[in-house]
């Protein structure tokens, strides 16, 4: 099953640290050999370089003997030539890189695995269960997979109807990691890629030109009324609150209300 769910990258051009996870070893030789051709992506090679190596290990070959290749290729390397220059090629292995452990997980490759490829590394380096990954390597998790965990005796974990009858009948896979006679399950589903919605906002110098600011904080008669505003003219009948305010006879209650407003 193919572990990437994002777009397939066509050049160099577009290539980013997350979406080289898409690609494979023939990519790579493909891509690279695509760019030779390209003089913005020739001037511009090491940059892309690095995109790369993010995501392959890349080796250099100094002899071309069926022996070396023999020997790069049972590692897992893909061998070939990669145009550098017009006329110049060099011999290249190129291999992508594992994710064993959960060290491995990055924000840039943890949405170009499938749930059941994260379990796999979750129980390879599990012990104590989802508390004892670090705080990081759980926000890297969570940025691409909905995660929860439960934890029960082992007679219930499978309870008919239960928490985990339904999870699984969601589509979540699950890792059991064994607790004494308790079993934590940690499910995991691949969280919904989100395109964000761009806000645009246009405006013509004939529109600004024609739109007429109302100025609600400069009403001039109302600042008359308040110059005219005169104190000794207030009293009970032209004046009144919306609430009342009565003495509290509490000493104590009014010793704690002095304390906060001094806070």
């Known amino acids: ?15 980013t640290k997350s979406s080289v996870w898409d690609l494979q070893e023939n990519d ?55 145009t550098i220059e017009e006329s110049t090629k060099v011999l290249f292995a190129v291999r992508k890189r594992p994710i064993m452990r959960v060290t491995d997980l990055t924000y840039e490759n943890i949405r170009h695995i499938t749930a059941s490829k994260l379990v796999e590394v979750l129980e390879r380096n599990f012990g104590g269960g989802w508390d004892s990954l670090s705080q990081s390597i759980q926000d890297i998790i969570e940025s691409g997979f909905d995660i929860s965990t439960t934890t029960l005796p082992k007679d219930r974990l499978h309870k ?75 009293n009970e009948e032209n004046y009144r609150t919306t609430f009342e305010i009565e003495a509290d006879p509490d000493e104590e209650a009014g010793e704690l209300s002095e304390y906060g407003s001094e806070e």
């Open 160 to 234: 008919k109807g239960g928490m985990y009858e339904k999870k699984i009948a969601d589509g979540y896979e699950v890792l059991e990691v064994a607790k004494g006679t308790w079993v934590e399950a940690i499910f995991a589903k691949l969280k919904p890629e989100v395109i964000k919605p761009r806000m645009k906002f246009e405006s013509t110098d004939e529109d600004d030109e024609d739109q007429e600011i109302e100025d609600n904080y400069s009403n001039h008669d109302e600042e008359e009324e308040l110059d005219e505003f005169n104190e000794d003219e207030m």
């Open 28 to 82: 790579v030789f493909r891509m690279l050999n695509s760019g030779s051709k390209d003089a913005d992506v020739k001037d511009n090679l090491r940059h892309y370089v690095d995109i790369v190596r993010s995501a392959f290990t890349i080796e250099e070959l100094k002899e071309d003997k069926p022996a070396i290749r023999k020997a790069y290729e049972k590692q897992g390397y893909k061998v070939g030539f990669i």
């Open 1 to 15: 099953m193919k572990e990437s769910t994002s777009k397939q990258v066509h050049s160099l051009k577009n290539l």
